[in-house]
C-alpha cells in the first residue's frame, strides 16, 4: 500500500494556471489592428487638441487695421429698357491689413460694399470691389483711382441722388476654426451721387 501511495502521489499533477494570469498563451497579445486602432485615434485626440489650443489662442489677438477710402469720381447712368439705375465708381483704396495676420489665419477675402437706403428697402449692400490677400507681406493694399470690378446696381431708381457710404470688410479664412466677418466702420466713406444721368 506504501508502494501503491507513493506510484500515486509521484505522478505528474495537471498544472493550474497561477492567480492572474493569462488563460491562453496569446490572450494578452493585441492584433495588428487593433495596435493601429489604438495609435490612430490617439494621434487624432492630439491632433484635435493641438487645433482647438490654436483657434482657441487667436481670440485674445487684437488687430489694429488702418483702412482709408475715398471716391474719385462717380457716373451715373440709366439701363434702358431694364428699369434699372447703374453707377460706374473709381476708388482710391489705401488699406495695411497687416494686423490682422496670426499664426492661424490662412488668407483674407477683403470687399468694398456700397451702402444705401430706399424707401423700398432700408438697407442696400452692393459688393463693388474685392482682393485675396494670402500672406501678411502683402497686407498691405494702396490702389488710385481704380475701376470697381462690380458696378452698383439698383433694380429701380434708389441712385440718383442718393448719399452712398463705402465700407471695407474682410472674410478671415483660418487654418482652423470658423470663418469670421469684420466690417471696418471706424473711417467710412460717404458721398452723393449726382442728381442728372451722365
Known amino acids: 500500500?506504501?508502494?501503491?501511495?507513493?506510484?500515486?502521489?509521484?505522478?505528474?499533477?495537471?498544472?493550474?494556471?497561477?492567480?492572474?494570469?493569462?488563460?491562453?498563451?496569446?490572450?494578452?497579445?493585441?492584433?495588428?489592428?487593433?495596435r493601429v486602432n489604438a495609435i490612430f485615434f490617439y494621434a487624432l485626440s492630439v491632433l484635435g487638441f493641438l487645433a482647438l489650443l490654436c483657434a482657441g489662442t487667436t481670440y485674445f489677438h487684437t488687430a489694429t487695421p488702418e483702412v482709408d477710402l475715398?471716391?474719385?469720381?462717380?457716373?451715373?447712368?440709366?439701363?434702358?429698357?431694364a428699369g434699372h439705375e447703374q453707377a460706374q465708381l473709381r476708388l482710391t483704396i489705401d488699406a495695411n491689413l497687416s494686423t490682422v495676420f496670426n499664426w492661424n489665419v490662412k488668407q483674407l477675402f477683403v470687399y468694398v460694399t456700397a451702402e444705401?437706403?430706399?424707401?423700398?428697402?432700408?438697407?442696400?449692400?452692393?459688393?463693388?470691389?474685392?482682393?485675396?490677400?494670402?500672406?501678411?507681406a502683402g497686407a498691405a493694399v494702396r490702389a488710385e483711382a481704380i475701376a470697381n470690378k462690380y458696378a452698383l446696381t439698383d433694380q429701380a431708381t434708389g441712385l440718383r441722388g442718393n448719399t452712398v457710404t463705402l465700407v471695407m470688410h474682410w472674410n478671415i479664412i483660418p487654418i482652423t476654426g470658423l470663418l469670421t466677418t469684420t466690417s471696418f466702420r471706424s473711417s467710412p466713406h460717404t458721398f452723393t451721387l449726382d442728381d442728372a444721368y451722365s
Do not use: C
Open 1 to 34: 500500500r506504501a508502494r501503491q501511495h507513493r506510484a500515486r502521489s509521484g505522478g505528474a499533477s495537471p498544472r493550474h494556471p497561477a492567480p492572474g494570469a493569462p488563460a491562453g498563451p496569446n490572450a494578452a497579445m493585441h492584433t495588428f489592428w487593433q
Open 70 to 81: 475715398r471716391l474719385d469720381r462717380a457716373t451715373l447712368r440709366k439701363i434702358v429698357g
Open 116 to 136: 444705401y437706403e430706399t424707401r423700398g428697402n432700408p438697407v442696400n449692400q452692393v459688393v463693388v470691389w474685392d482682393h485675396i490677400i494670402t500672406s501678411q
